[in-house]
């Protein structure tokens, strides 16, 4: 038995070639859920469209997202693909692969939102004259967005971690960078517990930037926070 | 004069089967208050949101001062920016404050200064007597008190004519008189104003004609007076009795 091995586990912790795969790890979640948020705003849309076809259309596209595992996508686009003449560099075949899901998880937790704003919300934006795009910037988004947030903060945290997977393709993030680092010097516990305690601080430092995204939007809806801020 | 608001044989129809409106016409005055009533289901809120276009109709013509609502190439966010209105259930936007409520549209489609907006916003709250909430969100409101929000957020537009779809039915009985002795005013004042509504009283102090629906179609269109003291129609008789019985 090895044992744990201290001077190791410090070692690592501060190693920069683990460092640069979080970092990767974390460009690739924020450059995900960006794009994720804009393509699923469209699907979204197409979805709630009065076009059957548009709304037929977005519902394949989720329909088919959703109900296959993001690794058999990976491995299609990455290794598959170039079977027919279509190729892909890793980091292109993981961020389309990623927006993707993204934005079909997405869709329908800002489809959600956007129904939750009640009609009569619509109705008195219309009434002082706004056009649909004044009403949807400043009355329907804002208030859809109270309800998004926190389904959409889980997806932020699943994301960070769901970047992982790409390690199948040899992406060099977190967790591949880990593994290569294991197969030269064999601390397998002190390398993945790195490993995993560099997910855990950047998932709790979006749990903090979330808090503060929430307290943003809930303006008008807790009277307590609400009479603080007054006085 | 020429009047106001003119509805001409509107139709509307929910699907194919069920026609909301029945060849409605009804014509307002600048400065004319005209209450509508009937019993629920007769189609007077439908008739009210067919005014700034927020229903559709399929048939027949509507008109406000010069502008046709009816028409094709109708602008309607321009017409409704001239055409105040008051829902029900007050629809204030619960994430802005009372004065960002006042403000939004003045700023956003009229293309007022913030300074502007602002100013007119403290003049109307004044006016509304709701001075000291201006600062406050819609939540930490009474439904009276967000009316009178809805009130001002309406005429901080400038509008020609008001437009007012059951201003008092979804408010306890103590808060109705805050929100009418508002609306008395205003008609008053001589604004034009078309008002579905219930409240009898409001409609005896203030209105100079009385629209009576009932079925989706105009029944009774007559002076106050008239109304109250002889109404024509057999339906007209039955619900004034219902109504004012206590």
């Given at each position: 038995?090895k044992?744990?091995?201290?001077?190791?586990f410090?070692?690592?912790?501060?190693n920069?070639?683990?460092?640069?795969?979080?970092?990767?790890?974390?460009?690739?979640?924020?450059?995900?859920?960006?794009l994720?948020?804009?393509?699923?705003?469209?699907?979204?849309?197409?979805?709630?469209?009065?076009?059957?076809?548009?709304?037929?259309?977005?519902?394949?596209?989720t329909?088919?997202?959703?109900?296959?595992?993001?690794?058999?996508?990976?491995?299609?686009?990455?290794?598959?693909?170039?079977?027919i003449?279509?190729?892909?560099?890793?980091?292109?075949?993981?961020?389309?692969?990623l927006?993707?899901?993204?934005?079909?998880?997405?869709?329908?937790?800002?489809?959600?939102?956007?129904?939750?704003?009640?009609?009569?919300?619509?109705n008195?934006?219309?009434?002082?004259?706004?056009?649909?795009?004044?009403?949807?910037?400043?009355?329907?988004?804002?208030q859809?967005?109270?309800?998004?947030?926190?389904?959409?903060?889980?997806?932020?945290?699943?994301?960070?971690?769901?970047?992982?997977?790409?390690?199948?393709?040899?992406?060099?993030e977190?967790l591949?960078?880990?593994?290569v680092?294991?197969?030269?010097?064999?601390?397998?516990?002190?390398?993945?517990?790195?490993?995993?305690?560099?997910?855990?601080?950047?998932?709790?430092?979006?749990?903090?930037?979330?808090?503060?995204?929430?307290?943003?939007?809930?303006?008008?809806?807790?009277?307590?926070?609400?009479?603080?801020?007054?006085? | 004069?020429?009047?106001?608001?003119?509805?001409?044989?509107?139709?509307?129809?929910?699907?194919?089967?069920?026609?909301?409106?029945?060849?409605?016409s009804?014509?307002?005055?600048?400065?004319?208050?005209?209450?509508?009533?009937?019993?629920?289901?007769?189609?007077?809120?439908?008739?009210?949101?067919?005014?700034?276009?927020?229903?559709?109709?399929?048939?027949?013509?509507i008109?406000?001062?010069?502008?046709?609502?009816?028409?094709?190439?109708?602008?309607?966010?321009?017409?409704?920016?001239?055409?105040?209105?008051?829902?029900?259930?007050?629809?204030?936007?619960?994430?802005?404050?009372?004065?960002?409520?006042?403000?939004?549209?003045?700023?956003?489609?009229?293309?007022?200064?913030?300074?502007?907006?602002?100013a007119?916003?403290?003049?109307?709250?004044?006016?509304?007597?709701?001075?000291?909430?201006?600062?406050?969100?819609?939540?930490?409101?009474?439904?009276g008190?967000?009316?009178?929000?809805?009130?001002?957020?309406?005429?901080?537009?400038?509008?020609?004519a008001?437009?007012f779809?059951?201003?008092?039915?979804?408010?306890?009985?103590?808060?109705?008189t805050?929100?009418?002795?508002?609306?008395?005013?205003?008609?008053?004042?001589?604004?034009?104003?078309?008002?579905?509504?219930?409240?009898?009283?409001?409609?005896?102090?203030?209105?100079?004609r009385?629209?009576?629906m009932?079925?989706?179609?105009?029944?009774?269109d007559?002076?106050?007076?008239?109304?109250?003291?002889?109404?024509?129609?057999?339906?007209?008789?039955?619900?004034?009795?219902?109504?004012?019985?206590?």
């Amino acid at each position: 038995m090895k044992g744990w091995n201290w001077d190791g586990f410090f070692e690592y912790l501060t190693n920069t070639y683990i460092l640069e795969g979080a970092a990767v790890t974390l460009g690739l979640t924020i450059a995900a859920m960006t794009l994720g948020v804009v393509a699923g705003c469209v699907v979204a849309l197409m979805r709630m469209s009065p076009f059957r076809i548009l709304s037929n259309i977005a519902y394949f596209y989720t329909w088919l997202i959703r109900g296959t595992p993001l690794l058999v996508q990976l491995i299609i686009i990455y290794t598959g693909l170039p079977q027919i003449g279509i190729k892909f560099s890793v980091l292109e075949a993981t961020l389309i692969g990623l927006v993707m899901n993204e934005a079909a998880y997405l869709s329908e937790i800002i489809r959600s939102g956007i129904s939750s704003v009640p009609k009569g919300q619509s109705n008195a934006a219309r009434a002082v004259g706004m056009t649909d795009v004044q009403m949807m910037r400043y009355i329907v988004a804002p208030q859809a967005a109270r309800i998004i947030i926190p389904p959409l903060g889980n997806s932020v945290n699943g994301c960070l971690k769901t970047t992982s997977i790409a390690s199948i393709i040899s992406m060099e993030e977190l967790l591949r960078r880990t593994q290569v680092l294991i197969q030269e010097k064999f601390m397998v516990l002190e390398l993945f517990v790195v490993a995993a305690l560099y997910y855990l601080l950047m998932t709790t430092a979006w749990d903090l930037i979330q808090r503060r995204i929430e307290r943003h939007f809930g303006r008008g809806y807790d009277i307590k926070a609400d009479a603080a801020e007054q006085r | 004069m020429q009047p106001m608001i003119v509805l001409e044989d509107v139709d509307k129809w929910y699907g194919k089967n069920f026609q909301v409106l029945k060849s409605c016409s009804l014509t307002v005055s600048p400065g004319e208050v005209v209450v509508i009533c009937g019993p629920s289901g007769s189609g007077k809120s439908t008739l009210i949101k067919c005014v700034n276009g927020l229903e559709p109709v399929q048939g027949g013509h509507i008109s406000v001062k010069d502008m046709e609502v009816t028409g094709p190439r109708t602008k309607l966010p321009k017409l409704r920016s001239h055409v105040g209105m008051v829902f029900q259930h007050f629809d204030l936007f619960p994430h802005m404050t009372v004065t960002e409520n006042i403000c939004i549209g003045q700023t956003r489609v009229l293309g007022r200064t913030q300074a502007e907006a602002e100013a007119k916003a403290a003049a109307l709250l004044e006016r509304v007597g709701m001075s000291d909430h201006a600062r406050k969100y819609p939540i930490q409101l009474s439904g009276g008190q967000q009316q009178r929000i809805a009130i001002a957020r309406a005429l901080a537009m400038d509008p020609i004519a008001m437009l007012f779809d059951e201003p008092t039915s979804a408010l306890d009985p103590e808060m109705i008189t805050e929100v009418l002795d508002v609306m008395v005013e205003l008609a008053k004042e001589g604004m034009t104003m078309m008002v579905v509504t219930h409240e009898m009283g409001f409609a005896r102090k203030v209105a100079d004609r009385v629209v009576f629906m009932d079925g989706g179609e105009v029944v009774e269109d007559t002076p106050k007076d008239e109304f109250f003291a002889s109404p024509k129609s057999q339906r007209a008789v039955e619900f004034l009795s219902k109504i004012l019985d206590h």
